[in-house]
């Protein structure tokens, strides 16, 4: 091979290179049709000034050449409106290649009405553009909207001829109808997008009469001959503007978010920040645009890829329509075949636990039931106990009430360990005061001292707070429980007309707000911090001993009246269901607190015990918790007197 004919073929290879990189699609060729589609819409605008022009030359013409001038006009204007259309085919045909023909059209709608949704489809984009569900209404009244035409959803690509398709701006064929389905039936809605020749992009929606899930295929026959397959990917874009839809704005921003799950993982979010984005570290299974009693789900029969995926939250503050702006991007595989299917499923429904459950995918997980113990609580004792009143079609007042009374009868032996704890503190008060005063100026013996009278009674000093950090788990069970139950949504009860949010007896006039408190005030919220307050001076009247004496019990007195305060600042626009719940609990608790004392501690014979206790031998073994207090006070008198 000699000098010439190597460079010759240097150059071809490196001119079949060159071609193979400049024929990939860019940033510079995606501008490039853009500022093409911009073309269209200026010679739309000069057509339309070219008509104007005419009009007025017409009307400056003599009387007699009147009827030539039109016919002259006429000729003319149908001549460039042929080449205005000649030049957005060539445009459309630049930009979208063997879907040029999909540019055209009439948008049309196509309604569907089952026994639980109400859904309005496009031909533009062959999507879903609203669902409304047919049992719910917004706290204002009207039909309740998960999404609205302001919503988007959308298929991206790019083809062989380095096209970059996006659905939503193309017009599918549909031979659809408006239709209504009841209970097991159910029907198919198919949107069909054509490429060329029998090459398509197809969607098909099937929806059942008696259920929130819709069945959602895409198909692609034939399109490994128009996509691109170097990435083997499509990309799905979504977004949905969430409704504004109960009482408080404020309590809804903090509940809506993106929720999803990867493949095999537990359920994740976004947090409840104005601003949140995320991109996806796997595999998804389910992506979720929940909002605080609804949500719409998307479901991948397989998985959706990680490559390019993400999710995002934005908020504009000052929007009353619309609570947030909930995004996500997601990644559907392409494997080359001439025939693909890539399943998913769409839920547009409630946040019902129940209902959710049975689809299974841990979707319930978007209640926010509470982590660990606690959200064990609600699930396997809560939820079951409150769906078996619910079963009986009583006010959800009473229902509360009831639910209240069991559990304060299931915890009342705890209450009794509580309070017989209290009652020993206060029966051991004599020595307690003789303790304190023969060593009032020295802490260390003083507490040896407490703790030889502890070992030598068989008391317990901290007996009465076991059992209340038993009773903990139900407590915050029952905080994330009520905020998060649609059973309880405009439900009203008393003066509450929805027991889901917060009740109201007075609004400040004129945009009056109170930091930290609110625009209203909530009378349950009063009357729950009243008995609080209640609660603990009758508490510490009945159970507070000498050893809550000095600072501990001013510090306790400060509790008895701060405590109700800070109640009342954090609770006045949360749910009216739960500060009724915590109003009923202090009460019954008051109550069982006077009977225990009146009809079941007898305190002479727990001072009868604890002689009893004195007389035993010296050399009884001290308890593991005795011992550590006693560790503990030797500890602190070497350091004292170090």
């Excluded at 290649?97 to 569907?112: H, I, M, N, R, V």
Aim: hydrophobic share 40%; proline share 3%; with cysteine.
């Amino acid at each position: 091979m000699d000098k010439n004919t190597f460079t010759g073929l240097l150059l071809i290879i490196a001119i079949l290179i060159g071609s193979f990189i400049l024929n990939a699609p860019s940033e510079e060729e995606i501008a490039e049709q853009k500022r093409m589609r911009d073309s269209v819409a200026q010679v739309e605008a000069q057509k339309e000034r070219i008509d104007e022009e005419r009009e007025q030359i017409n009307e400056t013409q003599a009387a007699e050449d009147e009827t030539n001038t039109a016919l002259i006009a006429n000729t003319n204007a149908t001549s460039d409106s042929s080449s205005v259309d000649s030049v957005q085919d060539i445009q459309a045909e630049q930009l979208y290649g063997s879907f040029a023909a999909a540019t055209k059209g009439e948008e049309q709608f196509y309604l569907l009405e089952s026994d639980v949704l109400k859904l309005t489809f496009s031909n533009k984009g062959g999507r879903l553009i609203s669902a409304s569900l047919k049992d719910y209404e917004t706290y204002e009244g009207m039909p309740l909207e998960l999404f609205d035409s302001t919503s988007r959803f959308n298929l991206n690509f790019f083809t062989r001829d380095n096209k970059n398709i996006y659905t939503d701006e193309l017009y599918f064929r549909s031979d659809n109808q408006n239709t209504r389905i009841t209970g097991s039936d159910e029907v198919k809605m198919v949107f069909r997008l054509p490429a060329a020749n029998d090459r398509y992009l197809e969607y098909i929606y099937t929806i059942k009469g008696d259920s929130y899930l819709i069945d959602f295929d895409v198909n692609l026959v034939k399109m490994d001959e128009v996509l691109d397959m170097r990435s083997g990917e499509i990309y799905l874009d979504w977004m949905v503007n969430a409704p504004n839809q109960e009482k408080s704005l404020k309590n809804q921003r903090d509940a809506t978010t993106v929720f999803y799950k990867y493949k095999g993982e537990d359920v994740d979010d976004l947090g409840i920040g104005a601003e949140e984005k995320e991109e996806f570290e796997a595999s998804l299974k389910w992506v979720s645009l929940k909002q605080q009693f609804f949500n719409t789900t998307l479901i991948a029969d397989e998985f959706f890829e990680k490559s390019k995926s993400f999710a995002e939250v934005t908020t504009d503050e000052g929007s009353l329509d619309y609570v947030k702006t909930l995004k996500t991007s997601l990644t559907l595989p392409v494997n080359g075949n001439s025939l693909e299917t890539f399943g998913m499923s769409l839920y547009l429904g409630p946040n019902k636990y129940n209902i959710l459950k049975q689809h299974g995918d841990d979707l319930q997980d978007i209640i926010n039931l509470g982590w660990g113990i606690f959200g064990w609580v609600n699930q396997f004792a809560v939820i079951p106990v409150f769906n078996f009143l619910d079963s009986f079609s009583l006010s959800y007042g009473i229902i509360i009430l009831i639910l209240t009374i069991l559990l304060k009868v299931v915890l009342s032996p705890i209450t009794y360990k509580t309070y017989l704890s209290g009652a020993k503190m206060r029966v051991l008060k004599p020595e307690i005061d003789d303790i304190n005063k023969k060593y009032k100026d020295d802490a260390m013996k003083k507490q040896q001292a407490m703790m030889t009278l502890y070992r030598q009674t068989g008391v317990n000093p901290l007996s009465g707070c076991v059992p209340l950090l038993i009773q903990m788990p139900i407590l915050f069970a029952m905080f994330r429980f009520f905020p998060a139950s649609i059973e309880l949504r405009q439900e009203g009860f008393l003066w509450a007309d929805d027991l889901s949010t917060y009740d109201s007896i007075y609004n400040f006039p004129d945009g009056f707000s109170i930091p930290f408190y609110g625009d209203h005030i909530s009378l349950f919220t009063l009357l729950m911090a009243v008995s609080i307050m209640l609660y603990t001076k009758f508490n510490s009247q009945m159970t507070m001993s000498a050893a809550a004496e000095g600072p501990l019990a001013a510090q306790m007195k400060i509790m008895t009246y701060l405590m109700p305060v800070m109640m009342l600042f954090f609770f006045n626009s949360y749910s009216s269901g739960l500060s009724y719940y915590y109003f009923l609990a202090n009460i019954i608790s008051i109550g069982q607190t006077f009977l225990i004392r009146k009809l079941f501690i007898n305190e002479g014979a727990i001072r009868a015990k604890i002689e009893e206790n004195k007389k035993k031998p010296k050399g009884k073994k001290k308890s593991g918790f005795q011992k550590r207090l006693e560790e503990m006070a030797k500890q602190k008198g070497v350091a004292s007197k170090k």
